[in-house]
Structure formats: structure tokens, C-alpha cells
């Protein structure tokens, strides 16, 4: 019977929410599916309706300065600083559902001088490059070669788009010879008479000196230089139906062209500097965004803007970008903070020209970066939403639900819910009640926070406002005890906020707020007591609600009675300051403890500390961080079955990007946890299933699952197959069934008894007459082992061949296998079939062989020694007067016999 295993924790990446797109360039494709964006060095396509990778492509070392994808997503364009163009193929994985496999194509060197802008025309055939030299180029994507080259700009080339005209076909001019072979090429290669209406291909480029040029690509040269802007040209759009060209440019104007005259048609005034323009609804209405942060509306008959007087945004709302297709229902504009929003289209469907209209709406919000992850906490009554605090003055909810890829307004894993406006600067922490539905927030305007989350009913508002601290709050908290079954604050936590809070800030101070059902605008605290003489990191409120803790920089935490704010107990002990402090849950106390509980702390001297509160004895020291640790969250306290020795759990989060679940009865840290490349300031546990949630300073936001129970149940269920495969050994071993007994004791890789196997059938008592090993049938089991089996039987040769004692029978088992497969199988082995894999057969045949040398040398040496032996006898026979005189060896006496 096997043994039963230990319980070991254990736990995995179950999913991760990481940035999409970091700033730089970003493009779209034309389905509105696929985004491709800049994520530090390297580009990320994202699939936008599920929000998961599609593919990434690691960076040359150098920044991105532009990537283009194709309409159809079938090719993808990447720039760099590195001075090259990488061209990519797009296929959709057959092995992945819904992954993306990409061939690299062409590497390119486009210009002496990085390229600024891209732009692919819309077959996807084509592709224009514009420099920082001033100089614009085409190339045929599938071709990989430029046919086009256009000098001119007098700097950067900051905007590109190719559009169609429509022009009547003429003769050329010239003498008649020329005419003729004008027509004829007309007639014969396109088939158009003349005088005949056809469209014909045209760029424009725009750069940093406001000028902009359209290039006629079929005669391969400037057809008109438009020059009226007075700052860098930003954006570029033609709309066919209006035969009209838009620029906008920082010099906060907009500008339509009339493409038969190139003169100007219309210029409106913007009053900001624009970053992106363009039309829709058929060329009727033009949007354009920049500096503000809007999106604003134009009618192109009336040059009348459509959209109300919107308030200008703060500077990290200024539009960057707007992404557009024709087939597309809505615009996507990309801000400065990495925001991406969608703007439906619908209210244009029944747009009248005069009317005015309200800004178009925000249907869905698509976080590019969380940024640094400062804080996070489940949310919402089934814990299906998570709050996060990322570095910013608003609050950002995600939906933690699976994805619905049937709607663009479908909520998938990670996809931003809410944000939650009103502080005025940074937030630093955060914290949530039993219920999900109230979370409290402090931040460095001085001020806290109590917001009332409805996520049924998309309802997130702010309930109250507290106002008192002097300088920036660095701690809240918000009781957990949960209400009698069957009350009303149980049944309807919506209508009943909790009781209190507790604040502590850079001041030195905590207080404590009363909370009532109606409050409105700003609250009183109940009581201010200075607690420490540094700032305050962290606060805790007890399962019981009576007490909460405090830690602070200098060092020390104290535990106050909640009521009255008396201090009623101080932990000191850590050689750092104190960043986090946890009260253990009623269910996570240890066996023979008060009852009055545990309380963990985690400091900048990189421990973790556990104390009772009975007697605010430290009782466990857990070291193991190489850094700071900066947050602990206890686990649930459930353990598997009656194997499982271990004691409650506590997670410790800490500056080396290293997660660690800790035995608080043991002290022994369990495992550790490795997905962030920064310092994970964020930590979570839920409550029910123990599934842990860190955050940290790469953007990233881990989701681990306990897999604890499996684990446990995979390791039972090996080592029950080990006893049976043993007793099977011994079962085949007894009965002499050598086949399967051979090939049972590779498969389960027991060099011993394998080694035994091969003894005893090597010093058989009735060996089989003409056998290579001793018995013929061992000799069949030898020539007809696999590949894998071969391999390995040479690996233990090798081992065994290496000892004395063992290497005649390595010896003898080698001699049969060579002459038992040709040389063409065994030079075709390898290390379960790959090539180049470490331990190739060349390496074990190194090892045979220098160990083979050295066993032959050694009986060659004895074979020489016999010799003088031989001698010495012969000469001994001399010596006794021929009487033949013997010598018998028998250990190591020497007997003299008489002949």
C-alpha cells in the first residue's frame, strides 16, 4: 500500500491581466478586432472582444518609433530606432483557437534616418514609410521592395494617407508619336478610352514644416504642395464621395481641401492643438481629437460644429490617436494615460445638419497599462469585480467574469467596469467590507473616501467625503465582522454602510468616522489620536471588530480599542519600519492559542512577525525575502483531508517581486510564487477559495489558484502506481519472465534492479548454448527494445561500466547490443527524439569508451604480470632439481605444490 503523502501547498498561474499597450504607436485592424500596440520594445496584438493575446513580438533593443496592420490583418509592420522594418504574416493558429502565428517575412532597412510614420493602403498591398530625413516611400508589402521614393519635405514626415481620385483620361502631350503610344497603352492595359472617368492612386504626407504634399503615383511626382498650416501636421484623411482632403495640425486648425483645385475649401478652428481627424458618416461629419481630450464633430457641408462645448480634460487626458474604419460602429480614441475609449456612432444615425448634439458616448473603457499596481480588492457581493488603485487619482474596477466575445460591449476577464472619479490626487490605499459593496479610499489630497458599488445596477457612486487629516493618507480600513444571518444589514448591505472607519495619515494621527445611512458631503471625525512619531503605512480593523492596529515607520504597531482609541498594546521587535499588518480570521487560529488571536506583521527588515494578543508576544519570526516585505493577506484555514498537518497560512507580498505562503504553526515557507519582475506592492486573498491576487510595479496583476488538492491527489495517485509497478517487478523477476521484467524496470527507471536482472542472467547456472547474454530469450528482449528504451539501457550502461565491480556485466550487455542493431539505429538515437538535446549519444559513447580503455589497459597490465609469473615458476622448478614444483593462489597465500 502506498504512503500517504504529505500535505504540500501548492499553487499555479491561473490568468494575468498585463498592459496592452504602454504608449507610442498603436494601429487597428480593419474588423476592429485586432490592436496592435507598443509595449516597451516589443509590439502585442490583443484580441479586443475576449481582451487576451493574440501574439507578441519581442523588440530589437531599440524603441518602436511605428507599426501599421493591415485592413485584413494579414501582414504587420514594425519599426524601429535600430533604423530597420520588419515585415510579419499573420495567420490564425490551428493548434491555438483563437491565437495568432506570425512569420517573419522581410527585414528592411527603410531610411538612413528612423521612420515616424506609417500608413498601408486600403487593399493591404502597400505600405508608406515617412522619415525623419523628410523622405516618403511605398513599398509592395509581399514583395519586400520600395517602388516609390519621394524627396521634398523639409523635416519630419509626421502623417501619411493614400487615397483614390477621380480623373478624366486624356492623351498625352507631346508630338504624335507619343500621343500613339499614350492611347495604346491606355486601351491596351487598362482598357479605358479616352476621356473616360478613372480613379488613380495618390498619397499625401505632411510633416513637421506644416507643408503637404500629394504624390501621383502612377507618374511617380508631386502633384500639388498645400501649404497653409504653420505647425506640424498631425493627420490626414480623404473621404471620396466629398472629393475632400482634412489635415489637422497642432497650430489648432482643421483644414478641407478640394482635391480638383487643391485650394483651400474650408478652414474651422479647432482652438487645440490636433493629433487625429478624419471623416465619417459617408464624408458627411468630420471628428477630430486632440490636446483636450475630446472628441469633436463638424458638419463638412457647413463647417458648423455639432458636438456641445466640452470642458477640457487634464493633461494625461489628451487624445493621442483616434482608430476608425469604415464598417466600424464606433471611434476608439487612445489617451495619454493609455486609455482606450470607444465612442458609439448610433446618435449619427439620425442626425439632422443644424442639430446639436451631446458628446458622443463612452460604451466601453479599455485599460492599455494598469501602470504600478499600488493596492487591490475583491468586490461585489459573488467577488466577481476587483479594485484596483494604479498609481492614479481614480479607482479602476475590472470585471473578473469570462469573456463574451459576442458583443463589443461585452464584459470579459479583465475588461474595465468603473472608474471612480473625485480625488484630487494620488490613491494610496484602499479597503473593502465584509459585503464587496462599500470600499473605502485614501489618497495624497488629504481626503478619504466611501463608495457605494451597485454593480448590478452599473450604479458607482461616492456616499462620503472625509475631510480632517493635515497631509496625505497612507492607511484605511473598514470593518469585517459580518452582521447576523437574517438582518437587514445582511440582507441589504446596499442601504447599510459599515459603522466605521479608521484613517492614518502622514500626520501622525488615526481617526476614527462614524458612518450614517445618509450621509451627504463631508463627515466629522469621532475622535483624532496621535499614534506614532512617523507615518502611518497600514491600519486593521479585528474579525470582532473591538480593536484595529496601526504600523508605522518607526517601527512599531499598536493595537487600540476601536470605541474610545485608547492604545492598548504596542508590538515591538522589527528593525525597519513596518509596512503591513493583518489580523488573523476567527477561523485561522492555532490549536492551544488565546483566544484572543493572532496579528502578523511584515517589515522593511524583510520578516514577517507573528504575535499573539494575549500578551502581544512575538511568536514566529518567518524569514526567507531579500527585500521588504510590503503586504500580507491570510488565508482561509481549510485543510484537505486528515493527512493535512499543516496550520493556518499567511501570504506575504514583498520588494524582491516574490510572493510567499507561510506555515504559521511551522514557520516553513510552503512555496513561493515568481510572476512579477518588480516590487509587488498588492495582495489579496479570496476569502472563500483561497485564490491568491497580486499586483506589483510591472503593470502586471496575477491571478494564482490554489492547487493544493490536486497536487496532493496527483502525488497519491504516482506513488500508488509505483508500489504496483514494483510488485509487478518482483511478480515478472520471480516467475523469470524476462521481457517484461527488463522492460518494466527501464520504463520505471531503477538502475539496481535492472542491474540485478541482467546479473543473474548473466551468471546463470545452465546458460543457453551459443546466447550473447546467457539465455536466449534475454538475448530477444535486447534486439527488440525502441528507441527510448535503447537510449536510456546506454545511459545505464554507462553508469555501470564506470565501476569495476559492475563494468563486466556493462561490458557484456554492450557486446550484445552492438551486434545485435546496425550502426544506422544506434547513430540515430537520440534523447527521446530531439536533436541537440543535452546527453546526445555521443556524449554517453564518450563515456563508455574512456572507461572501456581504462578496464582493457588494466587486464593488459595483468596479462603482463603473468608472464613474469610463468617466469618465476619455470625458474623455481630449477631450483628444487626438476622435482615440478606448482603454485596455487588461494586469496593471498601462496602454497607450494608438489608435481
Known amino acids: 500500500m502506498a504512503q500517504r503523502a504529505a500535505v504540500k501547498t501548492t499553487y499555479a498561474v491561473d490568468r494575468t491581466i498585463q498592459p496592452i499597450y504602454s504608449g ?23 484580441d479586443l472582444t475576449t481582451g487576451g493575446e493574440l501574439a507578441r513580438i519581442e523588440g530589437d533593443g531599440e524603441a518602436i518609433t511605428a507599426l501599421a496592420i493591415t485592413p485584413s490583418a494579414s501582414h504587420l509592420i514594425v519599426c524601429s530606432r535600430s533604423l530597420s522594418m520588419h515585415i510579419y504574416s499573420l495567420v490564425l493558429s490551428k493548434s491555438e483557437p483563437g491565437a495568432v ?17 506609417l500608413k498601408v493602403d486600403e487593399t493591404g498591398t502597400l505600405v508608406a514609410t515617412g522619415g525623419a530625413d523628410g523622405t516618403v516611400k511605398v513599398w509592395d508589402i509581399q514583395a519586400g521592395y520600395f517602388t516609390h521614393t519621394f524627396h521634398g519635405h523639409g523635416g519630419v514626415v509626421s502623417a501619411l494617407s493614400f487615397f483614390q481620385v477621380e480623373v478624366t483620361r486624356r492623351e498625352g502631350g507631346g508630338n504624335g508619336k507619343k500621343r500613339k503610344r499614350s492611347k495604346s497603352r491606355v486601351e491596351e492595359q487598362n482598357g479605358v478610352e479616352e476621356g473616360e472617368k478613372v480613379l488613380e492612386y495618390r498619397l499625401a504626407s505632411g510633416a513637421e514644416d506644416g507643408k503637404i504634399r500629394i504624390w501621383d503615383l502612377h507618374k511617380k511626382k508631386s502633384a500639388a504642395v498645400l501649404d497653409s498650416h504653420v505647425s506640424v501636421v498631425r493627420s490626414l484623411d480623404f473621404n471620396l464621395a466629398q472629393n475632400t482632403l482634412v489635415s489637422g495640425s497642432r497650430d489648432k486648425t482643421l ?39 475630446c472628441i469633436r464633430l463638424w458638419a463638412t457641408a457647413t463647417g458648423v460644429e455639432l458636438t456641445k462645448e466640452q470642458p477640457a480634460g487634464l493633461e494625461t487626458d489628451a487624445i493621442v490617436d483616434i482608430l476608425s474604419h469604415a464598417d466600424l460602429s464606433y471611434l476608439i480614441s487612445v489617451h495619454a494615460d493609455q486609455v482606450l475609449k470607444y465612442h458609439s456612432l448610433k446618435p449619427l444615425d439620425s442626425l439632422l445638419v443644424e442639430d446639436k448634439i451631446d458628446p458622443l458616448p463612452v460604451f466601453r473603457r479599455v485599460s492599455g497599462t494598469h501602470d504600478e499596481v499600488i493596492d487591490l480588492a475583491y468586490v461585489g457581493s459573488d467577488k466577481s469585480l476587483l479594485a484596483l488603485n494604479t498609481n492614479s487619482e481614480d479607482v479602476r474596477i475590472v470585471s473578473l467574469e469570462a469573456s463574451d466575445a459576442g458583443s463589443d460591449e461585452g464584459k470579459y476577464f479583465g475588461a474595465d467596469v468603473a472608474l471612480l472619479k473625485g480625488h484630487e490626487d494620488i490613491i494610496i490605499c484602499l479597503d473593502v467590507d465584509w459585503s464587496g459593496h462599500w470600499l473605502a479610499t485614501g489618497a495624497k489630497d488629504n481626503t478619504a473616501r466611501l463608495w457605494r458599488l451597485d454593480p448590478e445596477n ?76 512617523k507615518d502611518i503605512n497600514a491600519l486593521d480593523i479585528d474579525p470582532s471588530g473591538t480593536l484595529f492596529a496601526s504600523a508605522s515607520q518607526d517601527r512599531t504597531v499598536k493595537i487600540y480599542s476601536a470605541a474610545e482609541g485608547e492604545a492598548i498594546g504596542v508590538l515591538r521587535g522589527h528593525r525597519r519600519g513596518v509596512w503591513t499588518v493583518k489580523f488573523a480570521p476567527k477561523e485561522s487560529q492555532v490549536p492551544g492559542s488565546s483566544s484572543k488571536g493572532l496579528i502578523a506583521t511584515g517589515s522593511g527588515d524583510k520578516t514577517v512577525k507573528i504575535w499573539n494578543l494575549s500578551d502581544y508576544s512575538c511568536l514566529l519570526t518567518l524569514e526567507g525575502h531579500s527585500n521588504s516585505v510590503l503586504k500580507l493577506a491570510w488565508l482561509p484555514y481549510r485543510p484537505v483531508d486528515t493527512r493535512d498537518r499543516r496550520g493556518p497560512q499567511i501570504a506575504s507580498a514583498a520588494g524582491d517581486g516574490l510572493v510567499k505562503i507561510w506555515d504559521t504553526c511551522s514557520g516553513e515557507a510552503m512555496t513561493t510564487l515568481d510572476n512579477h519582475t518588480d516590487r509587488v506592492w498588492a495582495l489579496a486573498a479570496n476569502p472563500t477559495t483561497g485564490a491568491l491576487i497580486s499586483g506589483g510595479g510591472d503593470s502586471v496583476i496575477t491571478f ?4 493544493t488538492s490536486s497536487t496532493l491527489e496527483a502525488v497519491t495517485t504516482a506513488e500508488t502506481q509505483r508500489v504496483e509497478l514494483e510488485q ?23 538502475p539496481g534492479r535492472l542491474f540485478a536482472l541482467f546479473k543473474s542472467v548473466v551468471e546463470t547456472e545452465n546458460p543457453d548454448e551459443g546466447s550473447l547474454m546467457g539465455l536466449k530469450r534475454v538475448d530477444e528482449v535486447l ?4 528507441d527510448e528504451q535503447l537510449y536510456t539501457l546506454l545511459l545505464r550502461l554507462r553508469d555501470w561500466n564506470t565501476n569495476a565491480r559492475t563494468s563486466p556485466i556493462a561490458q557484456k550487455i554492450l557486446n550484445a547490443l552492438v551486434k545485435s542493431y546496425p550502426v544506422s539505429r544506434l547513430t540515430g538515437l537520440r534523447p527521446k527524439g530531439r536533436v541537440g538535446a543535452k546527453g546526445s549519444l555521443k556524449e554517453v559513447l564518450a563515456g563508455l569508451i574512456a572507461y572501456s580503455e581504462r578496464h582493457f589497459k588494466r587486464v593488459e597490465e595483468l596479462v603482463d604480470e603473468s608472464y613474469l609469473l610463468e617466469f618465476t615458476l619455470r625458474e623455481m622448478d630449477e631450483v628444487f632439481g626438476g622435482k615440478g614444483v606448482g603454485m596455487g593462489v588461494e586469496g593471498r597465500e601462496v602454497v607450494m605444490v608438489d608435481r
Open 783 to 786: 534486439a527488440t527494445l525502441s
Open 101 to 117: 502565428e506570425l512569420e517573419h517575412l522581410k527585414t528592411l532597412k527603410p531610411h538612413t534616418t528612423p521612420v515616424v510614420s
Open 458 to 533: 452599473s450604479s458607482y457612486t461616492c456616499h462620503a467625503v472625509l475631510t480632517g487629516h493635515a497631509e496625505s493618507l497612507g492607511a484605511i480600513a473598514l470593518p469585517h465582522k459580518v452582521p447576523p444571518e437574517g438582518s437587514q444589514a445582511h440582507t441589504d448591505p446596499l442601504s447599510h454602510p459599515p459603522q466605521y472607519l479608521v484613517t492614518g495619515s502622514q500626520d501622525r494621527t488615526v481617526k476614527r468616522w462614524d458612518i450614517t445611512k445618509d450621509a451627504k458631503g463631508k463627515l466629522r471625525a469621532k475622535y483624532t489620536r496621535k499614534a506614532h512619531d
Open 255 to 293: 483644414i478641407m481641401w478640394d482635391a480638383r483645385t487643391w485650394k483651400v475649401k474650408r478652414t474651422l478652428a479647432a482652438l487645440e492643438g490636433i493629433e487625429s481627424a478624419g471623416f465619417i458618416c459617408d464624408g458627411q461629419i468630420i471628428y477630430a481629437g486632440g490636446e483636450n481630450g
Open 704 to 707: 494564482w489558484k490554489d492547487t
Open 24 to 46: 507610442g504607436s498603436v494601429t487597428l485592424s480593419g474588423n476592429g478586432r485586432i490592436l496592435a500596440a507598443c509595449v516597451g520594445e516589443d509590439a502585442v496584438l490583443t
Open 728 to 750: 509487478k517487478l518482483e511478480n515478472y523477476t520471480y516467475a523469470g519472465n524476462y521481457r517484461e521484467a527488463i522492460t518494466l524496470a527501464i520504463q520505471m527507471d531503477q
